[in-house]
């Protein structure tokens, strides 16, 4: 069966640090890659995603991902987070043609002013 | 254009009851999925509909059921509640398979 996996639960880290946070999903066919993103009191939103091309898209918000095929993951990453970055952020794969898309457990992000 | 939207917002239940949840899609998505979203455990996948019909099913009893209607608004519901469905229900609709989700506000249903 397919899974997501996301390493880490929760984060915290301080304004202006680097952000990586790591995503694995089990299935071996073609997949499209989602990272979606809810902020407090919020839709769940799209951040970015990857179809095809190039392994490395970038989304909303300085936000970027790099889909590395080998390894069966899609890591999100940002240079520098602000305090606003604080949201709880998932991964969520679907196999291309498919009908059902899977989510990872999530990672609540906490940004210290 | 308008968001997906769902109604009611907020539900309260007790144990046994039924409940029946409702979404609206984006105009012109004729995709619509439901998620039951828990802490700790994400969003699990209840079901997804196109054009009337269910494609896909995720594990849950047969007390969750759903159906799409023309306009493509759908339904789900969940029949002799318990305690472990207290959850935020998530709508999201999409204009084919395999596309980007856009999803709704929820609708957090309490059983007590």
């Known amino acids: 069966a397919q899974s997501v996996s996301q390493h880490n639960h929760h984060v915290i880290l301080s304004e202006a640090a680097s952000l990586e946070l790591g995503c694995n999903y089990s299935?071996?066919?073609?997949?499209?890659l989602f990272w979606y993103v809810q902020y407090p009191g919020q839709h769940l939103q799209l951040l970015l995603k990857y179809f095809s091309g190039d392994p490395l898209v970038k989304g909303i918000k300085g936000f970027e991902a790099e889909f590395i095929k080998s390894k069966f993951s899609f890591n999100l990453r940002k240079p520098s987070v602000q305090w606003s970055d604080t949201a709880e952020y998932f991964c969520a794969v679907i196999n291309t043609g498919g009908f059902k898309t899977i989510f990872g457990a999530g990672t609540r992000l906490f940004v210290k002013a | 254009k308008a968001g997906v939207t769902q109604t009611p917002r907020y539900l309260i239940k007790t144990r046994g009851q039924q409940v029946t949840l409702s979404c609206s899609p984006i105009?012109?998505?004729?995709?619509v999925s439901w998620y039951q979203q828990t802490p700790g455990q994400g969003l699990q996948f209840l079901f997804e509909y196109f054009s009337e019909t269910q494609r896909n099913k995720g594990n849950f009893p047969g007390r969750f059921s759903g159906r799409q209607f023309s306009n493509s608004r759908s339904e789900m519901n969940v029949s002799t509640l318990e305690l472990g469905d207290s959850a935020l229900y998530l709508c999201a609709s999409s204009l084919g398979q395999s596309n980007e989700q856009f999803f709704g506000p929820g609708t957090r249903l309490t059983v007590l």
């Open positions: 299935y071996g066919g073609t997949v499209n």
């Open positions: 105009s012109g998505h004729r995709s």
